[in-house]
């Protein structure tokens, strides 16, 4: 029997620690000593047994992405009908195309199609009409006092001891109509309201002034759009009913760069406003920044974002970061102007029904690079005095450089037909 006690001795005292095994840490138990009851249960381990199981490998998916069609960027010119189903990689193959010729590009025509003396199929042409370019005016009518942190915005309130914007109050309807009659008076076809605010809970108030402001501005006979952050379901059925021909919401950059910008509303959020937008059946305007810091593959993100979509959006606005001291992103160094270019013409070719509007950031390009953008595609400018915060072309500059390159104004409420060639 004492050999029998001895062994029960031991086994009640603490447990020794089992080797490392294989660089993994092995089972221990909850408790650092066992009763003799417990031992008794304790059963033989074969010499050549690990003290546990030891997991195998991790299975590794070995299949290989689906291929890019080689003809993708020929495919995509030649198409008939917008398609939303891109992939990153499609949409990627078609951005990293040599510019010059991504440009050509976006507006050649087939060569079968010269040949047979059909009308060109120019991705451009085809859907629009190449000398019209819609000219927007965009006011402010409730400035600063966002909750918000967006990077690139002076309006955040977090923001203003830096930047030394004031906040104030909603405009007064009679005040935002005497600015449409002037904007139309320009020239400009489509009047777009923005208001600093996170969301429109709690605003019924304002909401029924903006209503008001919709319904003066489609009186005038021009397309009325706003900017009033996240908005519900029933809130976008009232702007519709208002008359609201579209609603801005930019989803800004891809959905992996977006919280390196902005931490108080989820990129999921945004599409979850475009979604309410759109089953009201008000055209969605959305579109992004550039010049965050983001590189390549998030701006191919951020198209294919848009891109994908269940509809296209109406409207791409392409931002170009303008730098606002006292905000984080104050001191960026200007987007180079080949990734606006690029990224104009790649949105042209993979949404060719879309109009792309050159928006923050054309008072620093000259009248060749705006050009140069036409070309690629882009046909929508903002134009005025401000464009919320930050400096805006002028009315009589716009109308100088539109004689010069032979375009017009396009129509509120409608897209004049390709011309025939």
């Known amino acids: 029997m004492k050999p ?3 062994a029960l001795r031991r086994l009640a005292g603490p447990l020794v620690r089992p080797a490392q095994c294989n660089g993994i840490r092995p089972f221990t138990t909850a408790c650092s000593r066992a009763s003799p009851a417990a031992a008794v249960s304790v059963q033989p381990q074969h010499p050549d047994q690990p003290p546990f199981p030891i997991p195998g490998p991790i ?8 291929p890019v069609p080689k003809n993708v960027l020929r495919d995509a010119v030649s198409a008939t009908a917008p398609r939303n189903n891109w992939t990153r990689d499609e949409i990627t193959t078609i951005y990293d195309h040599p510019l010059m010729d991504l440009v050509h590009q976006a507006v050649r025509p087939q060569e079968e199609e010269v040949q047979h003396n059909s009308p060109p199929s120019l991705v451009h042409r085809r859907f629009h009409n190449p000398a019209e370019v819609q000219l927007c005016t ?4 409730k400035t600063g006092g966002c909750t918000e942190d967006c990077s690139y915005c002076a309006q955040a309130t977090r923001y203003q001891k830096g930047t030394g914007l004031q906040a104030k109050k909603v405009e007064s309807v009679e005040s935002v109509l005497a600015a449409a009659r002037a904007a139309k008076a320009n020239g400009s076809t489509r009047f777009c309201m923005g208001a600093a605010w996170r969301d429109m809970r709690g605003r019924k108030n304002s909401l029924r002034n903006i209503a008001e402001m919709i319904k003066g501005v489609r009186e005038l006979g021009m397309e009325a759009c706003v900017t009033l952050g996240m908005i519900d ?8 009913a208002a008359g609201l021909t579209a609603y801005n919401h930019n989803v800004d950059t891809s959905r992996e760069f977006y919280p390196s910008v902005i931490s108080t509303r989820t990129y999921d959020e945004r599409l979850q406003t475009l979604g309410y937008v759109r089953d009201a059946g ?3 305007c959305s579109g992004g920044i550039l010049g965050l810091g983001e ?5 191919v993100g951020l198209l294919h974002t848009v891109s994908t979509l269940p509809k296209h959006p109406e409207s791409f606005p392409v931002n170009a970061l303008v730098p606002i001291k006292g905000t984080p992103l104050g001191d960026r160094e200007p987007i180079d102007f080949t990734s606006m270019l690029r990224t104009i013409a790649t949105a ?23 050009a140069l953008c036409f070309m690629a595609g882009a046909n929508a400018i903002f134009t005025g005095e401000k464009m919320l915060t930050t400096e805006c072309n002028g009315w009589d500059e716009d109308k100088v450089m539109f004689d010069r390159w032979g375009l017009e104004p396009m129509k509120s409420f409608e897209k004049s037909p390709p011309n025939p060639q």
């Not at 949404?351 to 009248?367: L, N, W």
């Open 282 to 284: 008000i055209n969605v």
């Open 348 to 370: 042209r070719i993979i949404m060719p029904a879309t109009i792309v509007r050159i928006a923050a950031g054309r008072k620093t390009m000259s009248e060749e690079k705006q």
């Open 138 to 141: 965009l006011m402010n009518i």
């Open 4 to 6: 029998a006690r001895l």
């Open 295 to 299: 590189t390549a593959t998030d701006r």
């Open 233 to 240: 379901g029933e809130q976008a059925k009232e702007l519709k």
């Open 59 to 66: 299975p590794v998916n070995h299949e290989a992405p689906p």
